[in-house]
């Protein structure tokens, strides 16, 4: 599975049979949110060799992405 942080922070993950990429929405906003940076449930991401790496968010959960692409650190934003 694909994953892009965006250089605005949101996360985009491939998604079914097509491989589209879907910006993810947060399933605890109450209006329509995007899961990304600002959230403080989300984590850093660990980037690792051959451009995979993995994310933590909520719920203690990890996502683990064959590769993920961090365009928050591309661009060099600060990260905070
Ligand atoms: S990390 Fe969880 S709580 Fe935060 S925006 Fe993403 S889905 Fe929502």
Redesign the pocket.
Known sequence: MKGVIEDDGC?WMERGVSGEMVK?L????PTA????YR????GEPGLEGDRGGYLE???NRVLYFTELTDGVELQNIKKY
């Open positions: 996360l993810q947060c399933p605890y906003a949110k995007y899961c990304g959230c403080p449930l989300f968010i909520c719920n």
